[in-house]
């Protein structure tokens, strides 16, 4: 059985910087595609950004571009979300989402993905 763990939220002023990680376990003999979602309150659930499973192709969402950063490190099974230049906007429950999927694919959808973390509170204060 797959669990992801994530960890690194916190309380950051706007404009500053926090990372967030995620580890997956369970399964090691074979890379994820991991990926980084968030909710805010009283809203739904959507994509920040994904990583594929060799880690060269990433996708991000608009609103983070050029702020944002998700790497991973296939020996540990870990995924890695670093966060600048953060906006009060940016304040939501942070998920870790991974799939062992082997289709070639951009993932940017919740249903494309198996296994998710517990969520971590992220809150930019203004």
């Known amino acids: 059985q797959v669990q992801l763990v994530e960890s690194g939220g916190g309380l950051v002023q706007a404009g500053g910087s926090l990372s967030l990680s995620c580890t997956a376990s369970g399964r090691t003999d074979r890379a994820y595609d991991m990926g980084w979602f968030r909710q805010a309150p009283g809203k739904e659930r959507e994509i920040v950004a994904s990583?594929?499973?060799?880690?060269?192709?990433?996708y991000y969402t608009d609103f983070v571009k050029g702020r944002f950063t998700i790497s991973k490190d296939n020996t540990k099974n870990t995924v890695y979300l670093q966060m600048s230049s953060l906006k009060p906007e940016d304040t939501a429950v942070y998920y870790c989402?991974?799939?062992?999927?082997?289709?070639?694919?951009?993932?940017?959808?919740?249903?494309?993905?198996?296994?998710w973390g517990q969520g971590t509170q992220v809150t930019v204060s203004s």
């Open positions: 990583i594929g499973r060799t880690g060269f192709i990433t």
């Open positions: 989402a991974a799939t062992l999927r082997t289709d070639l694919v951009v993932r940017k959808f919740e249903y494309e993905y198996d296994y």
